[in-house]
């Protein structure tokens, strides 16, 4: 008899801990939910409305001094019998005093994007991925004839390849 009751007394116990752990974690998860949530909602330490509008407006910076040189539209017909064609539009970032300098030389950089556009293999102008790289190179080739300085940067408007 001593047995079995030292054997239900050692019983009890564990299941009383057991339920009291799994009450506990529990209430921990449900607890950390909440807390998530009243932080992530901003309910709690979220700045005042005010604060973030002041502060963002602070942060933005003065857009840069840029002015934009369109490039005529130019029409490549590529592909060995000829039976494919490139239509590409551009424009280039300059500084606003260099504009009229770089419109200028407008012929000189459309015989340079010409010849570029014209030696550049056919499987290329297909891969999506390589405009990167082909505007890249025209960049470089407009900056050679620019001079160093005048042209910043060459934004493409249209690559349509037909």
């Known amino acids: 008899m001593t047995n079995e009751t030292n054997e239900t007394a050692e019983e009890t116990p564990k299941k009383k801990g057991k339920l009291g752990l799994i009450i506990g974690v529990v209430l921990a998860l449900i607890a950390g939910g909440g807390a998530f949530f009243a932080v992530y909602s901003g309910m709690l330490l979220a700045p005042k409305a005010h604060e973030a509008a002041s502060s963002e407006h602070e942060k933005t910076a003065p857009l840069p ?29 300059v500084a606003p005093e260099r504009a009229d300098d770089v419109a200028h030389l407008m012929p000189r950089i459309l015989d340079v994007l010409n010849g570029y556009l014209r030696a550049v293999d056919l499987s290329e102008l297909e891969n999506p991925a390589s405009l990167i790289k082909i505007r890249a190179h025209m960049l470089r080739r407009i900056q050679i004839v620019t001079g160093t300085g005048h042209v910043r940067d060459l934004l493409i408007t249209e690559f349509v390849f037909s």
Do not use: M
Not at 79 to 84: L, P
């Open 65 to 93: 001094n840029i002015s934009f040189v369109p490039i005529e539209p130019i029409i490549v017909t590529v592909g060995r019998a000829g039976s494919k064609q490139l239509r590409f539009r551009a424009e280039l970032e």
